[in-house]
Nanobody, 122 residues
Framework: QVQLVESGGGEGQAGGSLRLSCAAS?????????MAWYRQGPGKARDLVAA???????HYKDSVKGRFIISRGDTENSMYLQMNDLKPEDTGVYFC???????????????WGQGTQVTVSS
C-alpha cells in the first residue's frame, strides 16, 4: 500500500506565496511515473493544477502558469508546489496524486492524499 502525505497550505493573501509538499511512502514502491497536484474549489470539480513526471517534465493548468512551480522534492518520492502571486481563485483543497508502480513493476495504481486546504484572501 502506498500513502501520500501532504503538508503546507493554510491561509495566504493575494500576491503572497505558499508551498505545498507531498511525500509518498510504501514498502513496494518500484517507481513513480507521475506526481501531480489537483485542486477542488468550493462547489467545483477537482481539476489538475500541475504535474511532474519521473523525467521532471512538467505540465501546468493555464491559470497558474508563470505563478506556480512544481518540482521534485529533496527526498525520494516527494515533490513541492511553490505557489507565488496567489489569487483568491486559487482557494481550494489541494490533493496530491501519484501514478505508482509497485511489486517490481508488475502493478500500477493511482493514489491520492487526504487533501490540504489553501485559502487566499483578497
Amino acid at each position: 500500500q502506498v500513502q501520500l502525505v501532504e503538508s503546507g497550505g493554510g491561509e495566504g493573501q493575494a500576491g503572497g506565496s505558499l508551498r505545498l509538499s507531498c511525500a509518498a511512502s510504501g514498502r513496494n514502491i518500484f517507481s513513480i511515473i507521475v506526481m501531480a497536484w489537483y485542486r477542488q474549489g468550493p462547489g467545483k470539480a477537482r481539476d489538475l493544477v500541475a504535474a511532474i513526471t519521473s523525467r521532471s517534465e512538467t505540465h501546468y493548468k493555464d491559470s497558474v502558469k508563470g505563478r506556480f512551480i512544481i518540482s521534485r522534492g529533496d527526498t525520494e518520492n516527494s515533490m513541492y508546489l511553490q505557489m507565488n502571486d496567489l489569487k483568491p481563485e486559487d482557494t481550494g483543497v489541494y490533493f496530491c496524486n501519484a501514478d505508482v508502480m509497485t511489486n517490481g513493476g508488475r502493478q500500477r495504481d493511482d493514489y491520492w492524499g487526504q487533501g490540504t486546504q489553501v485559502t487566499v484572501s483578497s
